[in-house]
């Protein structure tokens, strides 16, 4: 017997709509096939029986809203009794606890292989395995334990996992185009020949009044989607301040100065994080998330540091950054921009981060707007360093100032709030001692 | 008049148009479609498909003629009885336009059979008034074109439309224009019993297609009886005692009771209407971007009336783009991988690139040509049917099938592999490692990727 229960379609699902079955009780089902229509807060979508045999029970109504991963009904032989109290699983993080977005799509039951032989996996790992195009049976996963996402990843890695026609193939192989980057215009983003030869000579002929065209991948349209439903569904308002980072500045020269003893080269970049990441201690609502119901704030600090990328922009994680020294912090750093702009990064690489930092400091850039990365409060950029005359010590000189934004969900905290996050900031920034202490 | 606004209104109910209807009508439209005559188009009325029905009596008169060397006994000389030839022919067609008649009232397709052309931007004019859509696709098709010589008008000049209601065999018979459909028809009244001439500009038959094709097709034609005049410019056309005389530059003279003038054929622009200065049109034919759009962008133009590829495959595959686009979906037209077919006796057939085209696109270097003789296939042979042959044109540096050239009795049905497979982006070494049932016509392709590739295993080792 195998338990239907509400799909997880997202990290940030919480619950899900039973729109309605799409099966009665006693027709038979396949694995895979559509059973019924859910919606979350984002989509309505139809969503796939577990396994193969007739539907046994629907243990609710059309048009009800459950937690995600509650047994909502059970496929299994004709004849078969379904039990009595179902094995609940509510995906519900509690406010303040240490992992509040643990991987917890993965049902608990002790019924985790159906008589027909499917393999149990979670939703998520599903839609990535058929995204990618790879059967469930191949993938490797914990004994004992549905198949996750994260298994799906570690299987999608160092394989090139790219649909394409063979004569794609043979282009790319001769023109040297990496298939991975490549956005297919074929039947399900099938990789074509003509995909191949636009990705290798994106150049029009000049004087061509047609517009180019650019294929959307799959990363365009999810930063897209991000972005859109960031600013659509919270209350963002943006700051800024310039302070004076001549400090700072000459702190970093001195300890670039002695980098084989530290073991790594400090950057610029590196102490605005050390900075931000000691701030959070003193403004807790800038480490936090709205819910319906409540603010979570997070007693630890995943760092989440925006990375340019020739493919686009991804926004890799620094897990437990609090916990790190400035040394740790910068190889950690190193690490994962490196492994960002390689393609190396895993699904947990780019999860759960509390609080985001963007720096367009390479660029002549001051004042901007950061959008937030949902569901995060807050979010710090850093413009660029620049020597300007200022006010200093009364008198008129040169010093290197920088201006900071911060972009935050006003549903979270207000502008006394922000104030004191910008003030507590700048005097950490002028006066770095102050958080290297920390 | 109604008040109604239709999603799309298509103008010409051929393999462009009556495609486009259902597919919109697929999509949730609502769609007028609007035909002067009886849905279908040339294709089904008066062109593809009848002169299949033709085609297969003189086929079967040569398996008839041809029988006694198998082995058959009491063999009568066949001769033609033209009215059944015609009442055959009409019963298929009449039973093909009734379908096409069907499927477009199964999907909701409001047709009006009447004359109509555009009024506006959004109006079109028919008989009786007019009627508005929000998108409008043009499939008006094509006519047959004339040549401007004296005594074109002599009325035993016969266009293609008329010479398929003959009920009387002609003795002789001149072809002018030596393409597709005046081959065909050449084949079939040959076999009926005519004596048939073509007369062509050009120095081959089919010159659109590849020159090994012609040159094959022009052996199995003169094999027939039937007299080719290659290179002749026609000066004029004389009625001497009621014979068509065609006299050509040169000095030939021909004599005929009937002349087929078989030229080509140019788009036929009427359902253009008031728009017909403000749509614009390069040599006749209506500008559209992949989309099927015209320069306004809601009035598309799909089928012969474009003149992207004037064969009724590419029309329907026209027609349900520009269906797609006008219903708000995003969809384009490749028409790299569209195959041709000649239903001569012998049939030829081709995809893709001529030899020349791609020597001249890629430089003799990079293309390599195999080729496979249907008369090393075991099954053309058991069939006695072993002239024709295969050849592959590919781009050696990706194993490219540039381009498929087929020449047999069966070159027609034997395209559609290379053609799925080219469409697939399928390259060549994977065409020559699949697997072909044995014995079937369809191993010479992959004889013919094998040879390509230096690795034909029923062919003699060649020197390199």
Redesign the interface.
């Known amino acids: 017997m195998v338990e239907i229960f509400m799909p997880k379609a997202g990290m940030d699902m919480k619950e899900g709509r039973l729109i309605r079955w799409l099966k009665n009780v006693g027709d038979p089902v396949e694995l895979d096939e559509p059973i019924m229509e859910i919606e979350t807060d984002k989509i309505t979508m139809e969503a796939e029986a577990p396994g193969t045999g007739i539907l046994l029970a629907k243990l609710i109504e059309d048009n009800t809203t459950v937690p995600v991963l509650q047994t909502i009904g059970y496929i299994g032989q004709p004849g078969e009794q379904i039990p009595t109290t179902p094995a609940q699983q509510a995906d519900a993080p509690v406010p303040g606890s240490s992992a509040p977005a643990e991987d917890t799509s993965a049902p608990k039951s002790p019924a985790l292989v159906s008589e027909s032989g499917a393999i149990p996996a979670t939703p998520l790992a599903k839609t990535l395995a058929r995204e990618n195009g790879l059967a469930l049976a191949e993938i490797p996963r914990e004994e004992g334990r549905p198949l996750r996402a994260h298994d799906v990843e570690k299987a999608l890695e160092g394989k090139t996992n790219v649909s394409a ?4 193939r ?2 790319a192989e ?1 023109e040297g185009v990496d298939l991975r980057h490549v956005a297919g215009s074929g039947v399900a983003g099938k990789i ?2 003509s995909d191949v030869l636009l990705a290798a000579e994106p150049a029009q002929p000049a004087g061509s009044r ?1 517009p180019v065209r650019i294929p959307l991948t799959p990363i365009r349209k999810a930063i897209a989607r991000n972005m859109f439903n960031s600013l659509h569904n919270m209350a963002q308002t943006s700051d800024s301040v310039e302070v004076d980072v001549t400090e700072l500045i000459a702190l970093r020269k001195r300890l670039v100065a002695r980098q084989d003893l530290l073991g790594t080269k400090i950057t610029v970049n590196d102490l605005l994080s050390y900075a931000a990441v000691k701030m959070l201690k003193t403004h807790p609502l800038a480490n936090a998330s709205y819910t319906e119901d409540e603010i979570l704030c997070f007693p630890y600090v995943n760092l989440s540091m925006a990375v340019a990328t020739e493919y686009g922009l991804t926004s890799p994680v620094i897990h437990d950054a609090d916990q790190m020294t400035l040394v740790d912090l910068s190889k950690a750093m190193r690490d994962v921009v490196t492994r960002a702009r390689d393609r190396k990064l895993t699904a947990y690489d780019q999860q759960n981060g509390t609080f985001t930092l963007t720096n367009m400091g390479i660029f002549p850039v001051d004042n901007f707007n950061p959008i937030l990365p949902a569901p995060q409060s807050c979010i710090l950029g850093f413009g660029r360093c620049v020597d300007k005359p200022a006010v200093y010590n009364g008198e008129i000189c040169i010093r290197t100032r920088m201006v900071l934004s911060v972009t935050y969900d006003h549903r979270v905290f207000d502008g006394g709030e922000v104030g004191s996050i910008m003030a507590t900031m700048k005097e950490y920034l002028e006066n770095p001692e102050l958080f290297l202490v920390q | 008049m109604s008040e109604k606004v239709y999603d799309v209104a298509v103008i010409g109910g051929g393999p462009a148009g009556y495609v486009a209807a259902i597919r919109a009508a697929q999509l949730g439209g609502q769609v007028v479609l609007f035909e002067q005559d009886t849905v279908g188009g040339t294709c089904l009325n008066r062109g593809c498909i009848p002169t299949k029905s033709y085609l297969k009596t003189a086929e079967t008169i040569h398996q008839i003629k041809n029988a006694p060397s198998r082995g058959i006994l009491n063999v009568s000389e066949p001769a033609v009885d033209m009215k059944q030839v015609v009442a055959c022919k009409d019963a298929v067609v009449r039973q093909l336009t009734n379908g096409v008649g069907g499927l477009l009232r199964s999907n909701g397709v409001d047709v009006i059979k009447s004359h109509a052309s555009l009024n506006g931007e959004h109006t079109i004019e028919y008989a009786d008034g007019t009627c508005q859509a929000k998108s409008i696709i043009l499939c008006g098709g094509s006519k047959a074109v004339k040549i401007p010589i004296p005594g074109i008008d002599n009325p035993n000049v016969l266009t293609s439309t008329e010479i398929l209601e003959l009920k009387e065999l002609p003795a002789r018979l001149t072809v002018i224009g030596g393409g597709v459909i005046g081959c065909e028809m050449a084949c079939a009244f040959q076999a009926f019993g005519c004596q048939v001439s073509i007369v062509e500009a050009a120095d081959r038959l089919v010159p659109m297609m590849d020159r090994e094709l012609s040159t094959a097709l022009a052996g199995a034609l003169e094999a027939q009886g039937i007299q080719l005049h290659l290179s002749q410019k026609i000066t004029s056309i004389q009625d001497e005692g009621g014979q068509a005389v065609l006299q050509c530059e040169d000095g030939l003279r021909l004599s005929a009771d009937k002349i087929l003038l078989s030229v080509g054929r140019a788009t036929d622009l009427d359902c253009l209407g008031t728009l017909s200065e403000t749509i614009r049109t390069d040599r006749g034919k209506v500008v559209v971007n992949d989309r099927m759009q015209t320069n306004i962008p809601h009035i598309y133009a799909a089928g012969d009336i474009n003149g992207r590829l004037m064969l009724a495959h590419a029309a329907s595959k026209m027609g349900e783009v520009a269906a797609e686009n006008a219903m708000g979906h995003q969809s384009v037209c490749d028409l790299s991988a569209v195959p041709s077919c000649v239903y001569t006796l012998t049939q030829i057939a081709s995809v893709g690139l001529t030899e020349e085209a791609a020597i001249e696109k890629y430089g003799r270097d990079a293309i390599r040509v195999g080729r496979f003789p249907l008369s090393a296939n075991g099954r053309s042979l058991a069939s006695g049917e072993p002239e024709g042959f295969v050849k592959v044109v590919i781009l050696e540096k990706y194993s490219e099938l540039c381009g498929v050239h087929i020449c047999g009795a069966h070159a027609a049905e034997m395209i559609a592999e290379p053609a799925s497979l080219m469409a697939a982006e399928i390259t060549c070494e994977e065409c020559a490692s699949i697997i072909h049932a044995h014995p079937s016509l369809s191993e010479a392709f992959m004889e013919a990727c094998g040879d390509a590739l230096g690795r034909c295993i029923h062919l003699p080792k060649k020197r390199r």
């Not at chain 1, 026609?165 to 794609?168: E, H, K, Q, S, V």
């Open positions: 026609t063979p004569l794609a043979k282009y001769a074509r020949k047609e």
